[in-house]
């Protein structure tokens, strides 16, 4: 099973951040172009994907912006093993949450994200963003997600606050979990993903 089941959120989130998802770059090598067996061991590149906004909005001098790609395989590195979480064809896309400090525009890491899309008042998705590092997105939370068809749907954002040593000018803002809520449109593309 490569989802975390549906709990009061932030208390799992913070829980399991130490184990961080990594973007599976070296299996996309295998695609056209294939690189030599030794590259296996470099972050290579993966193929550039379009990416999709879906919602941006700022908290405290933290941007909090939601993107789309296409769903990706990716790897979960627990300190001795990597899972790869596999991309499946009921998966819709791959939703990416950067978070950001706007005044120096760098990367915010150590934060929890979950994530709840719903259709109308139902539910379609309740989870946890893994902590991810991805060559062209860098530090960002991210997970596949599978909706049921094309629609109008609301992502909501739960942002935990990072559970970090900070230096003095971090130490008055982000302190309490916030609430972010986007609306947005899906339409499954012609091709399947695969
Ligand atoms: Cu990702």
């Known amino acids: 099973m490569t989802r975390t089941t549906r709990t009061g959120g932030l208390a799992l989130a913070a829980g399991v951040a130490a184990s961080v998802a990594v973007l599976a770059a070296a299996l996309a090598a295998g695609g056209a172009g294939a690189a030599p067996a030794t590259a296996k061991q470099r972050v290579s590149m993966p193929m550039p994907m379009p990416m999709t906004p879906l919602g941006v909005a700022t908290w405290q001098g933290m941007k909090i912006e939601a993107i789309r ?22 998966d819709s896309f791959h939703l990416m949450v950067q978070l950001t400090d706007v005044h120096t525009k760098t990367p915010i890491p150590y934060a929890s994200v979950w994530a709840t899309i719903r259709k109308g008042p139902k539910i379609v998705f309740d989870e946890r963003q ?27 954002l739960l942002i935990g606050p990072p559970q970090v040593a900070r230096h003095p ?9 916030h609430r972010v809520t986007f609306a947005f449109q899906w339409k499954p593309a012609k091709q399947p993903n695969s």
């Open 69 to 90: 790609m296409s769903p990706v395989t990716f790897g979960v590195f627990t300190g001795t093993t990597m899972r790869l979480v596999k991309k499946t064809k009921k």
């Open 130 to 156: 893994w902590p991810m590092l991805s060559a062209f997105m860098g530090v960002h939370y991210g997970n596949n997600v599978a909706l049921p068809g094309p629609g109008t749907y609301t992502l909501t």
């Open 169 to 177: 000018e971090y130490m008055h803002v982000w302190l309490k979990a």
